[in-house]
Nanobody
Framework: QVQLVESGGGLVQAGDSLRLSCAAS????????VGWFRRAPGKDREFVAA????????RYLDSVKGRFSISRNNAKSTVYLQMNSLKPEDTAVYYC??????????????????WGQGTQVTVSS
């Protein structure tokens, strides 16, 4: 079964950038749709972005459109989330997740089967 490890989180100031990585092992990475989700303290888990198997289709939460960009490198079994112009409201634990049940990116977390352990992103004002 595929295993996921997120990295790249940290403490930054508002307006700064971070790039999160989600590295996969154990299976054919190109057969997975990959999503990024986040959970802020006291809030429900929230979809952030997702990318299709080939990388040709992406989908974003409205509040991150134009600021965040998801991409993937199947040869490296890694998906990236480039986050620019970060805001305090982006503070959360960010998780990547994968599924073989989809071909297109989807915001529904119940459709993803394997999750990483998460990486903390904290944006100070």
């Amino acid at each position: 079964q595929v295993q996921l490890v997120e990295s790249g989180g940290g403490l930054v100031q508002a307006g700064d950038s971070l790039r999160l990585s989600c590295a996969a092992s154990g299976s054919t990475f190109s057969s997975y749709v990959v999503g990024w989700f986040r959970r802020a303290p006291g809030k429900d888990r929230e979809f952030v972005a997702a990318i299709s198997r080939s990388g040709g289709m992406t989908r974003y939460l409205d509040s991150v459109k134009g600021r965040f960009s998801i991409s993937r490198n199947n040869a490296k079994s890694t998906v990236y989330l480039q986050m620019n112009s970060l805001k305090p409201e982006d503070t959360a634990v960010y998780y990547c997740a994968v599924t073989q049940r989809l071909w297109e990116p989807d915001p529904d977390p119940s459709k993803y089967d394997v999750w990483g352990q998460g990486t903390q992103v904290t944006v100070s004002s």
